[in-house]
């Protein structure tokens, strides 16, 4: 095996990607980045005694569309692949659906891949993501900690994204050597695009600029930053135990005096979990409403409420957080 397949190997046993007899499906567009993923879990399949199968996305909207699609499948008859693919028109489900065309592209991609994985009896998803872009493009949207651990290399046991720690030039430089003639989409060379922006000029930029080892430097950063959010999500959980008074289905109540008296970083995680404990998610709740709400606790005079989301009030009654849902003004 030569470095950059041995990278790959290193990943998928540092994140326990993949089992014995574990049978995966593999989202392939055929650009450079899946068409490697591809060409090294191939190789691997042997070795760690696992199955693969192909899945791709016909999105109709280039031109060259219907021919990278004929190219993926070409690919898995001489390795003797399972080719399953599915055309549909992104740009009308996003009109119809009224979401963006990456999102729509998002949403149909994983869907499908949902729909092989139960026809085929498999068990995992691989995806062929890169993280540092995605931990740029988070930290440009000032996002929180969970953005800057970029994305999971493992998700659910489920999503797994065994390339994650492999650089763009060394993706081109396998395909180059190996002669995997990838299918290049022109508007990766467009710079419209936030991701193509960090791609083909931010990333290029820093490295010339400031620091070659960028990409290594920012891992570490999101490694770093994953131990220590695992740290307090623990520690928001065992603390979330300790001053539940009692949770129903429409409404969870907490001590009052032992929220008020916990450091502020675990009190905005508390109410985060809380809610997404009642409603399921957190969407919706940003930072001010957050901070409201601990100013709300702080205040504790008489039966005072906030209503920071609809269908969500926050009342403070008898030296009680009461997070209510479904309630009737």
């Known amino acids: 095996m030569n470095e950059v397949e041995d990278k790959v190997l290193n990943t998928i046993q540092k994140y326990n990607m993949i089992q014995a007899n574990d049978k995966i499906v ?7 980045d899946s068409l490697f993923m591809l060409y090294i879990l191939n190789k691997l399949k042997e070795q760690l005694k696992f199955e693969i199968v192909v899945a791709h996305i016909n999105h109709m909207i280039r031109e060259e569309a219907n021919s990278e699609e004929n ?23 996003a009109n119809n659906n009224k979401i963006g065309l990456e999102e729509a592209g998002r949403k149909i991609r994983y869907e499908f891949f949902e729909e092989i994985l139960e026809k085929t009896n498999s068990n995992k998803i691989a995806i062929a993501h890169n993280k540092v872009e995605t931990i740029i493009m988070h930290l440009l949207r000032g ?7 970029g994305i999971e290399p493992i998700k659910d046991n489920k999503i797994i994204r065994p390339i994650i720690e492999i650089e763009r030039a060394e993706i081109e430089q396998c395909c180059e050597k190996n002669k995997l003639e990838p299918r290049i989409d ?3 060379f467009e710079n419209k695009y936030t991701r193509n922006k960090i791609r083909n000029i931010v990333i290029p930029y820093i490295k010339q600029e400031f620091n070659p080892n960028i990409i290594d430097t920012i891992t570490r950063l999101s490694e770093i ?5 695992q740290y307090l999500i623990k520690q928001t959980e065992q603390t979330y135990q300790e001053v539940l008074i009692e949770e129903k289905e429409n409404q969870i109540i907490l001590k009052l005096k032992e929220f008020n008296k916990l450091e ?5 995680r508390m109410i985060l979990y809380t809610i997404t404990r009642l409603r399921g998610s957190s969407t919706g709740i940003e930072k001010i409403h957050i901070e409201d709400i601990i100013k709300l606790c702080q205040n504790n005079i008489g039966n005072k409420y906030l209503v920071p989301n609809k269908g969500l009030k926050v009342l403070i009654k008898d030296k009680k957080i009461h997070f209510i849902k479904n309630f009737t003004k």
């Open 26 to 32: 593999l989202g392939v567009s055929g650009g450079p």
């Open 71 to 93: 190219f993926v499948k070409e690919i898995c008859r001489k390795i003797d692949i399972e080719f399953y693919s599915k055309r549909i028109d992104v740009e009308k489900y």
């Open 143 to 149: 996002s929180g900690i969970s953005g800057l651990q």
């Open 186 to 188: 022109k508007s990766n």
């Open 225 to 229: 930053i994953t131990e220590e959010n």
């Open 264 to 268: 502020t970083v675990i009190k905005n």
